[in-house]
């Protein structure tokens, strides 16, 4: 305030003077913005750029699969519902015997 506001004259001499690096500096608020830019936003806008390319190309291409084979086997498997008991019967009593093979062999 001292040397800005009650003396105007005063501080446009020491503006241009040998104090102008330090008046710009401290006008510049010691670049903190700048600096903070530079080490916080930009990496962190390039994280938040590299996590949605991922999410789109790697996440949502797992979602989509897994949608795409529960309906392929949802188509498959409504091939062997028929309704009759005794083919489910048939059927478990095959898969009980591929088992006991499997164990006994």
């Known amino acids: 305030w001292r040397w ?3 003396r105007p004259r005063e501080a446009a001499r020491l503006r241009s003077g040998a104090l102008a690096p330090v008046c710009r500096l401290v006008e510049e608020k010691y670049l903190v913005d700048e600096l ?4 916080v936003v930009r990496p962190y ?9 991922f ?3 790697v996440v949502n291409r797992i979602v989509d699969a897994s949608g795409w084979m529960g309906r ?4 498959v498997l409504k091939l062997f519902q028929t309704g009759y008991v005794r083919n489910y019967a048939l059927t478990f009593l095959f898969g009980a015997a591929v ?3 499997l164990i006994l062999r």
């Open 36 to 39: 903070y830019d530079a080490a």
């Open 99 to 101: 088992v006991l093979w």
């Open 72 to 75: 392929l086997a949802g188509h």
């Open 55 to 57: 999410d789109v190309r």
């Open 45 to 53: 806008y390039g994280l938040c750029n590299a996590s949605e390319r």
């Open 4 to 6: 800005t506001l009650s």
